[in-house]
């Protein structure tokens, strides 16, 4: 019975370990204050569990799918070389159901719970995700991450839709941010990992650019991020956004930028880069950035 229960709760975590919860925990945290400001308020407690319980999953099973397609590149690279398929934990044939179940049962759940539009919009974002980006961009262009920031972005625009029904000019604002976001964010990640991503034949742009470039452009793209997120104060203000967000937009996006500043001062002087900690630092900014909108909607 014990040795039963280890190899179930083996299995268990194997599975989960494929939908990547560490990259859902993030999505999440921009799915609820989307909501919130939809709503100019708290919306219906049902309805925030619906909606990020369908989302878990919606994003669970792209992320699985992209595993099952990604596993000739995983077993590559020492970062990802102990997924469960590259280790065998779970079967290609397992994996792929296990993502057709998460599709069917997170848009079904999204449909009947919240609106056909949030429905569609999660749908979407599966399929942009699995077969667009990590069938397509991510094996064969440079700009795989600006094009991977759509799918990465959407559930701002899926917590809104659950809401509303619609879309308004607020969300696609929020959206912009988090999709500016991730160009800084990403890149650090892959600057840390670039090695992985040569050896497995993956068109990063650290892997087919010098770290000049990419230092620049990070630094470009944290730029956008925060002017986009001060944009955020005028298009929502209707919504609940007022002086308190745009002063801690303000001072955090003072902090962003001169994080990816020096970053790329490090860059430049050919010494140690320490990436990662750029990496670690953006996480951050986007969940006090979240944290910001809720307090000030609800407060």
Same mark, same amino acid.
């Given at each position: =019975?014990?040795?039963? +229960?280890?190899?179930?709760? *083996?299995?268990?975590?194997?599975?989960?370990?494929?939908?990547? !919860?560490?990259?859902?925990?993030?999505?999440?945290?921009?799915?609820? !204050?989307? =909501?919130?400001?939809?709503?100019?308020?708290?919306?219906?407690?049902?309805?925030?569990?619906?909606?990020?319980?369908?989302?878990?999953?919606?994003?669970?099973?792209?992320?699985?799918?992209?595993? &099952?397609? %990604?596993?000739?590149? %995983?077993?590559? #690279?020492?970062? $990802?070389?102990? +997924?469960?398929?590259?280790?065998?934990?779970?079967?290609?044939?397992?994996?792929?159901?296990?993502?057709?179940?998460?599709?069917?049962?997170?848009?079904?759940?999204?449909?009947?719970?919240?609106?056909?539009?949030?429905?569609?919009?999660?749908?979407?974002?599966?399929?942009? &995700?699995?077969?667009?980006?990590? =069938?397509?961009?991510?094996?064969?262009?440079?700009? *795989? $991450?600006?094009?991977?920031?759509?799918?990465?972005?959407?559930?701002?625009?899926?917590? @809104?839709?659950?809401?509303?029904?619609?879309?308004?000019?607020?969300?696609?604002?929020?959206?912009?941010?988090?999709?500016?976001?991730? #160009?800084?964010?990403? @890149?650090?990640?892959?600057?840390?990992?670039?090695?992985?991503?040569?050896?497995?034949?993956?068109?990063?742009?650290?892997?087919? $650019?010098?770290?000049?470039?990419?230092?620049?452009? =990070?630094?470009?793209?944290?730029?956008?991020?925060?002017?986009?997120?001060?944009?955020?104060?005028?298009?929502?203000?209707? &919504?609940?956004?007022?002086?308190?967000?745009?002063?801690?937009?303000?001072?955090?996006?003072?902090?962003?930028?001169?994080?990816?500043?020096?970053?790329?001062?490090?860059?430049?002087? %050919?010494?140690?880069?320490?990436?990662?900690?750029?990496?670690?630092?953006?996480?951050? &900014?986007?969940?006090?950035?979240?944290?910001?909108?809720?307090?000030?909607?609800?407060?």
């Amino acid at each position: =019975m014990r040795a039963y +229960r280890a190899r179930t709760l *083996s299995s268990v975590r194997a599975y989960v370990a494929l939908t990547k !919860p560490r990259i859902i925990e993030l999505l999440l945290v921009t799915t609820l !204050p989307a =909501m919130l400001l939809a709503a100019g308020g708290w919306p219906s407690t049902g309805l925030v569990v619906a909606t990020l319980v369908g989302g878990t999953m919606a994003a669970g099973a792209a992320n699985v799918f992209n595993c &099952y397609v %990604d596993r000739d590149i %995983d077993q590559l #690279m020492h970062r $990802t070389e102990n +997924r469960p398929l590259p280790t065998g934990a779970i079967t290609p044939r397992a994996a792929l159901v296990f993502g057709i179940v998460l599709t069917v049962v997170s848009i079904t759940l999204l449909a009947l719970t919240t609106t056909l539009l949030a429905a569609a919009l999660a749908a979407g974002a599966i399929f942009y &995700y699995a077969v667009l980006y990590t =069938m397509v961009f991510k094996r064969h262009t440079r700009r *795989s $991450t600006e094009f991977g920031g759509i799918p990465g972005a959407a559930p701002v625009l899926i917590g @809104w839709a659950a809401v509303t029904g619609s879309l308004a000019w607020p969300a696609w604002v929020f959206f912009g941010v988090v999709f500016c976001w991730q #160009m800084p964010h990403f @890149w650090a990640l892959a600057m840390r990992f670039r090695a992985d991503y040569a050896r497995a034949d993956v068109p990063m742009l650290p892997v087919v $650019t010098t770290a000049r470039s990419v230092g620049r452009q =990070m630094v470009a793209w944290s730029w956008a991020t925060v002017a986009v997120s001060l944009l955020l104060w005028p298009v929502a203000a209707d &919504y609940g956004i007022a002086w308190p967000y745009t002063a801690l937009a303000a001072g955090l996006g003072v902090w962003f930028i001169a994080e990816t500043h020096k970053l790329n001062g490090r860059i430049k002087q %050919d010494v140690e880069t320490r990436p990662m900690q750029l990496f670690h630092i953006s996480i951050y &900014y986007m969940t006090a950035l979240s944290a910001a909108i809720v307090l000030d909607v609800l407060v």
